[in-house]
């Protein structure tokens, strides 16, 4: 039996991007689930860390951070670098918190929010974004269509504010999304530098720009650069 209130909240999803899309989720969300690991992807870290430079004011984005098993993890890969955590779950931020200030971590910082729409622009050499923009329970129910869960339109929205706050020639790592980053919107303004193996994909599925469910075999890309010239991304 459907909880009190389901019908109504479908109907306020339908018209608003910004309303609940599921019961228990709050609004810009799309994994429920806050399941991490240290140095979770470290052959995507390393990959990253060999494509940006040694040194140098570097600023990097983990986005849907949890309780930020991924920001210490890329301390460990980026020394000097300003690293950011941003989750929508306020009590993952201040477990973030707590545990930077027992290790007086220098350089961390941790915000609560649903986007990345006040962070600046041009201003991160690199974005992290790892099983967030996904929904593991559609997976695990076999679901043809991925509305009124997720939506392709919010997954586009989110990847162009990415793009944004992006430097020119920066980096944008995606992993574990219930659509493809080649569908976007601002796909034209970046150029794929890396895919993953078969066995270094999550057994997820994946949705087209109408929300349905795409036969045929998976999309392995993971690691894109902006270029240097992205028209299409407003400043």
């Not at 040694?54 to 300003?82: D, H, I, K, T």
């Not at 009590?91 to 220098?106: D, F, G, T, V």
């Not at 659509?179 to 794929?192: G, L, M, W």
């Not at 270094?200 to 045929?216: E, I, K, T, Y």
Request: aromatic share 10%; with cysteine; net charge neutral.
């Amino acid at each position: 039996m459907k909880p009190p209130g389901w019908s109504f909240l479908k109907q306020v999803a339908r018209s608003s991007r910004s309303a609940l899309r599921r019961v228990g989720a709050v609004s810009g969300q799309f994994q429920t689930y806050s399941h991490t690991l240290p140095d979770r992807y470290p052959w995507l870290f390393r990959f990253a860390a060999s494509q940006l430079p040694a040194s140098g004011n570097l600023r990097v984005l983990s986005f849907g951070c949890s309780s930020g098993e991924e920001v210490f993890a890329l301390r460990r890969y980026f020394p000097q670098a300003e690293i950011v955590g941003i989750d929508v779950n306020p009590e993952n931020i201040a477990l973030c918190r707590q545990r930077a200030h027992r290790k007086a971590s220098e350089g961390l910082r941790f915000v609560t929010a649903a986007s990345t729409e006040d962070e600046r622009s041009n201003s991160y050499d690199a974005i992290f974004c790892l099983a967030v923009l996904c929904l593991g329970d559609l997976t695990a129910s076999g679901a043809l269509r991925s509305d009124p869960h997720l939506y392709f339109e919010d997954f586009d929205a989110v990847l162009t504010d990415f793009a944004r706050c992006l430097k020119p020639s920066g980096l944008l790592l995606l992993h574990t999304t219930n659509f493809r980053f080649c569908d976007t919107s601002i796909a034209q303004d970046f150029e794929t530098l890396l895919e993953a193996e078969p066995d270094q994909m999550a057994p997820d599925v994946q949705f087209d720009r109408q929300n349905q469910l795409l036969p045929g075999p998976r999309y392995r890309a993971v690691a894109f650069r902006k270029r240097t010239a992205a028209p299409s991304v407003p400043v």
